[in-house]
């Protein structure tokens, strides 16, 4: 999976850079200095038709401190976003579960302090092939508190997983693990620190669309597996 995220990340540079055949001249993005989470609501509401979240000290997301749009706001595709929130990080996945299983791009924002409280809800995820994004955000302090006990938890589950280590990983991991979630049917797990500010190019409303492309659109079946079930 390593090697594939690599391989899909450096044909998506290559594309926005101008570095390969792909001629339709979108630009990678626009540079700003942000935090992670503030990073990756941006990116997430570019993409998304939906957003569940959970955060029991509000911290676990960016613009309403959790991952949720502004109202009235519009994904890169015109459409508005439609936002839940939940009282627990189990209602927080099963909502997100509950969007994708009707067809919608979502994601969730939860904290990790609190991911193995939903564990149970976790695991059914990917026996229901569903490719939804799942942020978690996790503590830059030593002990109990910074523990990845849930995100490691999750790694046998089935789902795809990825901790980047900079800002713009995050960004770029972000756009690759709906890549993969849409094409797999599967869920990714993107695990992330809060705390970090650096520069980093925000995906623009132009690139999202081009790699992407519509949540209705038909894509071609990637694997034998899919071919037989669903046709190509």
Same mark, same amino acid.
């Given at each position: ?137 996790? #503590? &830059?302090?030593? +002990?109990?508190? =910074? ?6 938890? %999750?790694?046998?589950?089935?789902? !795809? ?47 999202? #669309? &081009?790699?992407? +492309?519509?949540? =209705? ?6 694997? %034998?597996?899919?071919?037989?079930? !669903?046709?190509?």
């Amino acid at each position: 999976m390593r090697s594939l995220i690599s391989k899909l990340r450096l044909e998506r540079l290559l594309k926005s850079s101008g570095g390969s055949s792909d001629k339709s001249g979108v630009k990678p993005g626009r540079l700003e200095i942000v935090e992670t989470q503030e990073a990756l609501a941006v990116a997430e509401n570019l993409i998304c038709d939906g957003i569940a979240h959970y955060s029991e000290n509000g911290f676990s997301g960016s613009q309403n401190g959790n991952g949720a749009a502004a109202p009235e706001t519009l994904n890169a595709f015109g459409r508005p976003i439609m936002n839940l929130g939940a009282e627990s990080v189990s209602g927080a996945i099963a909502a997100g579960a509950g969007m994708g299983l009707t067809g919608l791009r979502a994601a969730v924002f939860v904290s990790g302090d609190q991911l193995s409280e939903g564990l149970n809800q976790v695991q059914v995820l990917p026996t229901k092939h569903i490719p939804i994004v799942l942020h978690a955000s996790f #503590r &830059e302090a030593s +002990g109990a508190e =910074s523990s990845h006990d849930g995100y490691h938890s %999750a790694g046998d589950m089935g789902f !795809f997983q990825a901790m980047p280590h900079s800002v713009q990983e995050a960004v770029d991991l972000t756009l690759l693990a709906r890549w993969v979630a849409e094409r797999a049917l599967l869920p990714g797990l993107i695990a992330s620190d809060r705390h970090v500010v650096e520069r980093v190019v925000l995906p623009t409303v132009e690139l999202v #669309r &081009e790699f992407l +492309g519509e949540s =209705s659109a038909e894509i071609e079946s990637p694997n %034998a597996a899919q071919l037989l079930l !669903f046709g190509g």
